[in-house]
Nanobody
Framework: QVQLVESGGGLVQAGGSLRLSCAAS????????MGWFRQAPGKEREFVAA????????YYKESVKGRFTISRDNAKNTVYLQMNSLKPADTAVYYC????????????????????WGQGTQVTVSS
């Protein structure tokens, strides 16, 4: 079992930055790939970024490349999403998730690849 709690969301002006954190409990965190997804009102949940269990590999949604950075600290059971140069289009509820299959060498990018989810944190970017 893995429990995930996101924090760090808020209201920011366009061009600003936020750092999301996802604190995990459970013995499998260090062996789990982790992902960040987001869901805007009236839209489906979409992939944002993912990182393998070791942190060796990362992958990003095209529109956030160069602006967002995913990282993890297995000693602290925490995964982060640093978001810079934020745009109004980034407004959404952001969710972290733990991958279904452990110790995978490649990242997981679809919601079905994940079986544990946090409650979400709201990010609002004003123009």
């Amino acid at each position: 079992q893995v429990q995930l709690v996101e924090s760090g969301g808020g209201l920011v002006q366009a061009g600003g930055s936020l750092r999301l954190s996802c604190a995990a409990s459970g013995r499998t965190f260090s062996r789990s790939g982790m992902g960040w997804f987001r869901q805007a009102p009236g839209k489906e949940r979409e992939f944002v970024a993912a990182i393998t269990w070791s942190g060796a590999n990362t992958y990003y949604k095209e529109s956030v490349k160069g602006r967002f950075t995913i990282s993890r600290d297995n000693a602290k059971n925490t995964v982060y999403l640093q978001m810079n140069s934020l745009k109004p289009a980034d407004t959404a509820v952001y969710y972290c998730a733990a991958a279904r299959n452990l110790l995978q060498p490649t990242v997981d990018v679809t919601p079905d690849d994940y079986n544990y989810w946090g409650q979400g944190t709201q990010v609002t970017v004003s123009s």
